[in-house]
Every structure is written in structure tokens, then in C-alpha cells.
């Protein structure tokens, strides 16, 4: 499969794990509790895909080799695949994840882009 391809599904992936975490993140800062998310499996589908579409295709992209700037996006992968429950495990974290999750997929670009280690 070409590069550009798999690159295309990785972003689609980690744009599809952003949107339902912070979905289920604001839906938990509003007070709002499992049961209530009318979205629940929606958002529960969405995640759990791109959660594999990202991991899949950015495999791909690696062709075997595992770097360790690739490691510590697998550890921010971890992240992403824990927080969707987080927000209604503790809505206290509901808030700090909505800002936490931005910046922890900019870090991720950042180390596929600069390849720092």
C-alpha cells in the first residue's frame, strides 16, 4: 500500500480518537454521566476505530523498525485508548483532558515530523 495512504488513515484514525475522546470529555466536564450519552456507542465505535485505523497504518508507515520517537507515540496511543473512560471515572479530569488531548496529538505529530530520538 502506498506511504500516502497509510499516512491518510493515521490522521483519519487520530482525528476519529480525538473527536470521540473529547466529545465524551465535554459531555463529562457538563456533568453529564454515562448513562446520560446518547452518543455512547457512537462515540464508543469512533474511538475504538480510529484507535486501530492510527495504530495499523502508522505501523505501516514504519515498515518494521521501531524507533524510539515511535515508542513514545505508542505511549501516547496508550493515553488516547484510556480516555475515554477517564472523564467519567474522575470529572475532575474531564476538564484538563479537554486541553490535554490537543496537545498531547500535537506532541504526537511533533515527533513524526521532527524525529527527535
Known sequence: MPYTVYKLLHVLGAVMVLAAAGG??????NGGRREDNQLRGLLAAMHGVGLVLS???GFGMLG???PGWAWAKLVIWLFF????????????LAKPLVVILPLLAALAAYLSLYKPF
Open 24 to 29: 465524551v470529555a465535554v459531555h463529562a466536564a
Open 55 to 57: 495504530v495499523v497504518a
Open 81 to 92: 485508548g484510556a480516555a475515554l473512560t477517564l472523564p467519567y471515572r474522575n470529572q475532575a
Open 64 to 66: 518494521g523498525s521501531l
